[in-house]
């Protein structure tokens, strides 16, 4: 079998001059073989900087298109396409939006493995630990707190047994944040598990630390992403305190970074993104690195049907893989791209069977909303 196209399509739901958030925007790479077999990856990264680094024409040896490097190539040495693509674009890539677009690739690949053998990509990765996994809720608080009580009881009406909320105006103001987490703690109730997301917006360490401190009486599972991603010494220092499980990763891409910031930070939780962190192919080796230092891994997840599907797979196969993010989005991105979507029920996610990533998109939604 030989790789005999790679295509790249960007979606966007408002128009170029207004923001996107709730995944808004997606960029897909579909990957066609000789023999009919067409392998379905995204990135949850900016579109236009994806679609270069994949169709560039190449400078020289180590500044290659990844189209370039994939023409031709057997699509199921997947783990040998992966060097080929890191070392062929080191010179633009290695880190950042070079290994998202790798991690779109890795995707399609692993789906046209399992169509290409006829099973579920769990199965290549060495066979399910589970049949579902427990899934928490995310969501994007609106801005008056006492309103976010409507968005947490429907959740729970959903049969969500966990939530998680961040982004908005949260994590600019000591008194705000106090107030969206009293009134969504007050209003789930104590038996219900609930995290907060800062996004890197309490900067330093010892505004972090304070913060912890006031939040504490609300029992929080996991305070994510307290300061920039960076700044690997606020999270050992934080880490050090005890006050809190501490969490993230969703920015960081390769093994290498996911090792640095394990030896350094020193977090309880990490969490990438197979869509952005290198694929199943480095997904997997990260979940390694994470057993080595006795962390948890639970994997960031934000975007399309795609990305569930995937994260989903991956979950089944890794032993520790007993939770996922569910986004609360009602993008039609999130909703309708794929025409059977993962679906959570009562805090619970299937892990489907059929073969490969097991998706099928929805070819009107694409066309309604693709940029190129
Ligand atoms: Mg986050």
Redesign the pocket.
Known sequence: MKITDVEVIGLRVPLANQKCEWGEDAVIVKIYTDEGIIGIGETDSSPFVIKAIIETPSSHDASVGLKELLMGENPLDIERLWSKMYNGSSYMGRRGAGIHAISAIDLALWDIAGKFYNVPVYQLLGGKFRDEIAAYG?FIPVDRPEENRTIAAKMLEDGYKSV?F?GGKFGFNEKYDVAVVSEIRDEIGEDITLQI?L?GRWKTYRHALHMCQLLEKYNLNWV??PVPADDMISYSKLARTGHTKI??G?ALTTRYEFSHFLEIGKPDIV?PDITRCGGITEMRKISELAKLNGTQLVP?G?STGILNAATVQFLAAFESGDLMEFSQSTSPLFKDLVVNPIQCINGHVKVPDLPGLGIELNERVISKYQIF
């Open positions: 995310t998680k961040g997301d996004v994510e992403e969490a993230g969703e969490q960031h934000f």
